[in-house]
């Protein structure tokens, strides 16, 4: 079983839609992080976060420590939000475990 | 301009060749890595340097050296590529202290034959 596990791995949605993708872990960690891969590869950091809820634009980053569980929500969504996303924890020793990814799709 | 840069962006190779891949920031950051991402895998960790004398294998790290010729350059060599070493190859950078958030380079996909 993996360390960090992503549902769903896919996903296709209607224009407008309020999604959500999730993140268990089953290690301890200092952070998690969400990051998009988009379609021609390149990997940027959304959110960053140890502990409650973070909001920037249309999306949303809860994070649970009791429960080892995060949520990325993307509200009112949009053919560009069409990526890859990725969970990863942060464990000690300052290294990255990242989840396999959730392909999104929006179609228009 | 790009903090992290790779070269090259594409690359295709024989088996038994010797590759190297480079990395270069501009961000000031101390610490780097190199990872490698299979379809359906996640992101894998190959090596890590955390300054300019200091070197860490990763997870999957045989089959592959790197030097980390200054703070900014960070390589990657594939001493005898093999096709089992096809995948997207990403370069990262980080600073200590920031919960470890990373700025990754473009990439670089190589395709050994």
């Known amino acids: 079983k993996n360390e960090v596990e992503q549902s769903p791995q896919n996903l296709t949605a209607q224009e407008g839609e309020f999604i959500t993708i999730n993140c268990s872990y089953s290690v301890g960690i200092s952070a998690l992080h969400w990051l998009q891969q988009h379609p021609g590869g390149g990997i940027v950091s959304l959110f960053m976060l140890s502990s409650g809820k973070k909001k920037h634009g249309r999306l949303i980053a809860t994070i649970n420590i009791q429960e080892k569980h995060s949520s990325l929500h993307i509200t009112a969504s949009h053919p560009r939000d069409s990526a890859v996303y990725i969970c990863?924890?942060?464990?000690?020793?300052?290294?990255?475990?990242f989840g396999e990814g959730t392909q999104l799709t929006v179609n228009p | 301009d790009a903090d992290v840069t790779q070269t090259p962006r594409n690359r295709i190779t024989k088996t038994g060749k010797r590759i190297m891949l480079e990395c270069s920031q501009t961000k000031g950051h101390d610490r780097m890595y190199w990872y490698r991402q299979d379809p359906g895998l996640g992101l894998r960790l190959i090596y890590y340097?955390?300054?300019?004398?200091?070197?860490n294998k990763g997870e999957i790290s045989d089959g592959y050296s790197v030097s980390r010729q200054a703070q900014a350059k960070f390589s990657l060599s594939l001493e005898s590529a093999i096709p089992n070493q096809t995948a997207l190859y990403f370069c990262?950078?980080?600073?200590?202290?920031?919960?470890?958030?990373?700025?990754f380079g473009p990439g670089t996909r190589l395709t050994v034959l």
């Open positions: 990863a924890v942060l464990r000690s020793g300052s290294r990255l475990t």
């Open positions: 340097s955390f300054d300019v004398k200091d070197i």
């Open positions: 990262a950078t980080s600073e200590p202290g920031s919960n470890n958030e990373q700025f």
